[in-house]
Each structure stands twice: as structure tokens, then as C-alpha cells.
């Protein structure tokens, strides 16, 4: 009963923390590209992680390291860069709808990948979810024809690769401690990152003069604390007292809390695109429910 209350208690809380960081790469992008956004936020989670984290990473078998390695790229390195990359286009609550697509992928890879078996409830859930995702991205591009819809696929990809993640901690880090997960990811992901940063002219003097970079960074280092570090600790303990679509289901609540924030900022929403948000959030609901 302990362990049932624990699991909702870390849905809720990350819910809450994960809707939010939507909105802050938004406001990042004010002063940073994406791929300056994506690189500076992993750098910054990273020094976090490492910090607190470091002794944790002798507790990683040497045959644990390559999945550590994939965790890190799949469900942290990868997806920095693409949903800054989708949001200079679509609105930051219209990407937290799309990325509850991670329940449904986590069934589909699970399927696929991992040979875990689906039901037929599940699988009218999959096709369900995507009938939801068109309607979302073809009344968005309607409402809002100044921004490009197919930066959509950046987020979809990042549900993909989130879905993966899942599934790896799940089958292969099972018995390993979040926090040394978490710190391991970012023990591999953060050179890369910061090779990216050298690359992307963070160092220039139009980027460091730009008025709006203090604040950027400022965003930058709430979303890299909580939305990240802290969020992938706690994200990792879910997946290990629960199960990968149990854990993946923090995008039902989400939305919620993104969409709140997105409006808060102004930006537009129609009905069309919430049917369409509600048929997603119907079709994750289906595939999470396994048949009695």
C-alpha cells in the first residue's frame, strides 16, 4: 500500500515539474538557439549530477555502462536539443500534448523491441492516440499558420527515444540506484555536450551581448535543476517501483500543467485542438489499461 501511494506521489510531483518545463524552454529561447539551449541545459544538469552523484558512478558494473551510455543519449542528450528545436516553431503547450505519444510508444517498443506482448485494448489505444495527434497538428498549423507544423516531428521523435529510455531502465538497470543512473547519463552525455556548445557560437560576441541571455540562463538553470536533474532521479525511481507505461503515464498530467502556463503566456488554443487532445490523452488511457 506504501509503495502504491509513493508511485502516485512521484507521478504527481513530476507531473507538475515536467508541465512546467515547456514553458521554460520557451523563455530560454529568448536568448540562446536551440542547440545552445540543448547543450548549456545538459552542461548545467551534469555539473548538478555530478556533484552530488560522482561516488554513486563506482557502483555501475562495467557491463551496465553501455546501456547507461544509451539511457543518457536516448532519454536526455537527444531530446534537449530536439524539443528546442520544435518549440521555435509550435506553441510550448501543443509540444507537452504531443509528448504524451511516450505511453503509446513505450507499448509499441516494448512490442517490438523488447517482445513484450500488447492487448487488443492496448493496440485501439495506439491508433486512437495518433488519430488525436493529427488533429492536433493539422488544427494547430490552421490556428496558427505562421508556424510550422512538421517541427511536430521533433517532439514525436523525442517520444520515441523517451519510450526506449523507459524500456531500458526497466530490462537492463533495474537493480541500479536512480541517482547513479541519472549521474552516469550525464557522466557520458556531458563532453558531447559541451563539444556541441563550442560548435553552436555560444562564445561569440553577439551571443554573450544579447540583452536577453541573463535571463535565458536564469531559465536555463531552473529548467536544468528541476526539470532535469531532479526530475530524472525521481523518473527513474518510478520506473523502478512501477512499470515503463505506468511511469511514461506522467504525460497524462502534463498537459495540464502546460497548457495552463502556455495560456498564462498568451498563446492561442482552439477547440478543435483540445478534441484533439482530448482523443490523445483517451488513446494513452487505453493503452495504459490492461484488460482483467
Known amino acids: 500500500m506504501k509503495q502504491i501511494s509513493s508511485k502516485w506521489l512521484y507521478l504527481v510531483v513530476l507531473s507538475v515539474i515536467w508541465g512546467t518545463s515547456f514553458i521554460l524552454i520557451k523563455k530560454s529561447l529568448l536568448g540562446l538557439t536551440p542547440y545552445q539551449l540543448g547543450a548549456v541545459r545538459t552542461i548545467i544538469t551534469g555539473i548538478f549530477l555530478l556533484a552530488v552523484g560522482f561516488n554513486k558512478l563506482k557502483t555501475i558494473d562495467k557491463r551496465q555502462w553501455k546501456w547507461i551510455g544509451a539511457s543518457g543519449f536516448l532519454g536526455s542528450f537527444f531530446p534537449a536539443f530536439l524539443f528546442a528545436i520544435a518549440e521555435t516553431e509550435i506553441d510550448s503547450a501543443v509540444a507537452s500534448i ?5 505511453p503509446l510508444n513505450t ?47 521533433f517532439v514525436i521523435i523525442s517520444t520515441v527515444m523517451y519510450a526506449a529510455n523507459v ?47 541573463k535571463m535565458a540562463l536564469v531559465y536555463v538553470i531552473i ?32 498537459p495540464i500543467i502546460a497548457l495552463v502556463w502556455g495560456v498564462l503566456d498568451g498563446e492561442g488554443f482552439s477547440l478543435w485542438q483540445g478534441l484533439g487532445s482530448l482523443i490523445v490523452l483517451l488513446g494513452v488511457y487505453l493503452s495504459h489499461k490492461r484488460k482483467k
Open 167 to 213: 524500456n531500458i531502465i526497466k530490462r537492463y538497470l533495474q537493480d541500479v540506484k536512480p541517482l547513479a543512473i541519472a549521474a552516469g547519463n550525464y557522466a557520458v552525455i556531458t563532453i558531447p555536450a559541451l563539444i556541441t556548445l563550442f560548435f553552436a557560437d555560444f562564445f561569440t560576441t553577439e551571443t554573450l551581448s544579447n540583452p536577453n541571455l
Open 107 to 153: 507499448i509499441l517498443l516494448g512490442f517490438a523491441v523488447f517482445k513484450i506482448a500488447s492487448t487488443k485494448r492496448q493496440i485501439l489505444g495506439v491508433i486512437i492516440g495518433f488519430v488525436g495527434t493529427a488533429i492536433l497538428i493539422l488544427k494547430g498549423a490552421e490556428l496558427n499558420p505562421e508556424q510550422n507544423y512538421l517541427y511536430a516531428g
Open 98 to 102: 504531443l509528448n504524451s505519444l511516450v
Open 223 to 254: 529548467l536544468s535543476f528541476f526539470g532535469t536533474a531532479l526530475a530524472k532521479v525521481l523518473f527513474n525511481k518510478l520506473v523502478q517501483m512501477s512499470t515503463p507505461v505506468f511511469a511514461s503515464s506522467v504525460t497524462y498530467l502534463m
